[in-house]
């Protein structure tokens, strides 16, 4: 009886011993994440709170901290990605954590915060315009995580986006809140189909294939001119901090005024790639006469 006993006891351990060897790893662990990974996502997280919170404000109209929370969200949109590549950080978890928190940060909070502005005063019309723009966000960001991820994509298409990326759609389709906030003038209802028309000519923008600079391969700063970057750098923050309205008027103004220069380049690159692309294809150009039979 002990004997059939202690060889039932022997199986059983070897049971649990082949058991244990064949359960992955990541069961009896947890694996750990290193920083370079972690704080990248923290900041998206971080900016996707902002989004949120400008929605929130815009529920309670405090408008003025709803815009400086999406152009913070915006800031922040900016830096995740710049610390990722810097720390070696970048991962597929953290591409898709930003397009999710960029849809709500620059395609649901901003359009949120415009209808509960002006827009509501024309309801339907007013909701479409909203319903546009969130749409063509999402679209927009969309196009971008398959355009990443096209390996015939020439070296220089990463000098340009095609279509206004989602962060500046979010900062340029505010525009007309910039100005009321500058001027303290009442929000009139004679306005209001204008900016629904500057809401749906923005969504357009973004949905479109037209190009818009990109400043993702800005690198190094030649050492002569770090001071005077430096320099320069210190004083933007210190207008955007003192006059923020102000200076995101200008800004706007700016980036809208910059997209025809932006197709101008586009083409000319399109273009001289093209060239490049025939010449090679057509291989050097034969002589007929050197051909003919000799008399």
């Not at 202690?6 to 069961?27: C, F, M, N, T």
């Not at 546009?132 to 000098?159: H, K, S």
């Amino acid at each position: 009886m002990s004997d059939s006993k202690s060889s039932l006891d022997e199986r059983a351990a070897k049971v649990a011993v082949i058991g244990a060897a064949a359960r992955p790893r990541g069961l009896n662990r947890f694996r750990r994440v290193p920083m370079r990974f972690l704080i990248p996502n923290l900041v998206t997280l971080l900016a996707l709170c902002l989004g949120l919170t400008a929605i929130r404000f815009a529920v309670e109209e405090r408008f003025y901290l709803a815009v400086v929370a999406i152009v913070g969200a915006a800031i922040l949109d900016g830096l995740d990605g710049r610390i990722a590549r810097a720390m070696d950080g970048t991962s597929r978890f953290g591409a898709e954590l930003d397009s999710l928190a960029d849809f709500v940060d620059f395609g649901v909070a901003p359009a949120f915060l415009l209808y509960m502005w002006s827009l509501h005063e024309l309801k339907s019309a007013g909701w479409f315009a909203v319903l546009v723009f969130a749409v063509a966000a999402a679209l927009r960001l969309a196009r971008f995580n398959v355009m990443n991820e096209d390996p015939n994509r020439p070296a220089w298409m990463a000098n340009f986006f095609l279509g206004m990326p989602a962060p500046a759609g979010a900062v340029i389709v505010l525009l007309p809140m910039y100005l009321h906030l500058v001027t303290g003038a009442p929000q009139a209802s004679i306005y209001v189909p204008f900016e629904i028309a500057y809401v749906l000519l923005i969504a357009f923008l973004m949905a479109s294939r037209i190009p818009h600079f990109s400043g993702k391969t800005i690198g190094r700063v030649p050492r002569e001119y770090f001071i005077a970057v430096l320099f320069g750098g210190a004083a933007f923050i210190l207008l955007l901090a003192t006059f923020p309205m102000e200076v995101l008027i200008v800004l706007s103004v700016l980036y809208l005024c910059l997209i025809p220069s932006s197709i101008r380049s586009y083409r000319r690159y399109s273009e001289a790639d093209a060239a490049q692309v025939q010449a090679s294809t057509e291989g050097p150009a034969t002589d007929p006469s050197a051909s003919s039979t000799p008399v």
